[in-house]
């Protein structure tokens, strides 16, 4: 089976971000960028399959130069090869312009399945998976945590987690389905695969090659746009109370009657 992994580069989480002075942005100085980890549970599900049926596992990004980066963490892992889409015209996409780029490469590529990570860590919007999906005029299973095919591979059995059980639903293929954690357990790219990783295609794409006109992409044909950055509400410090056991709860209803007001 022919796998898409549709995934992004994004700042690592241990980073501490910073807004511009003005807000129109965050300082990109001395930000380390890593695969989204969403992204790895859907490029381990590709190799699975892969493993497990045979077929292809074919990463594709959006980004400047350095997603490139991204994309060979996946090969190394285990995938196949890959496509960047990179044109200073994608610049400023939000998830709709996103998929609607992402949409026009997959359709120069044969697939039985297109994943996704359920959401990036980045804007946490989790909305290129399902617009990629309605592009493409295909089904499509959010926040799977498990995913099986019939013996005809025509189609898939997934799950997802639902308040107080799961839901299992059957899907027709060629479907997106976006992951999350449950499903898999990513592995480490070994020495031999970041060799080999060395050695495997990355396609660059711009936007002339996909035939798509400037007011389609990038900032140009979002839907929607950012106005400003800002930094969350700075919160007061917390309180240590010291003393006796006794003495201190009284002393702790107290503040929460008095000051929180929450008793």
Known sequence: MNVIVCMKQVPDT?????????GSGIVKDDIKYVMNPYCEFAVEESLRIKEKHGGQSVLITMGPAKAV???????????DRSIHLNDPAFEGADGFATAKVLAEAIKKEPY???????QAVD?????????????LNLPHVTLITKLEFSADKKKAKVEREVEG????????????FTCQKGLNEPRYASLPGIMKAKKKEVKAINAAALGLPG??????????????????PSRPPGKVISGEILEAAQKLVKLLREEAKVV
């Open 14 to 22: 241990e980073t501490l971000i910073k807004i511009k002075p003005d």
């Open 123 to 135: 804007d946490d919007m989790a909305q290129v998976g399902p617009a990629l999906a309605e592009l």
């Open 69 to 79: 980066e991204a994309l060979r963490t996946g090969l190394a892992m285990g995938s």
């Open 215 to 232: 007011d389609q992409v990038g900032a140009a044909g979002s839907k929607t746009q950012i106005n400003r950055y800002l930094p969350p």
């Open 112 to 118: 039985d399945l297109i994943l996704c990570g359920k």
């Open 165 to 176: 059980g799961k839901e299992v639903i059957e899907v027709n293929l060629p479907a997106v």
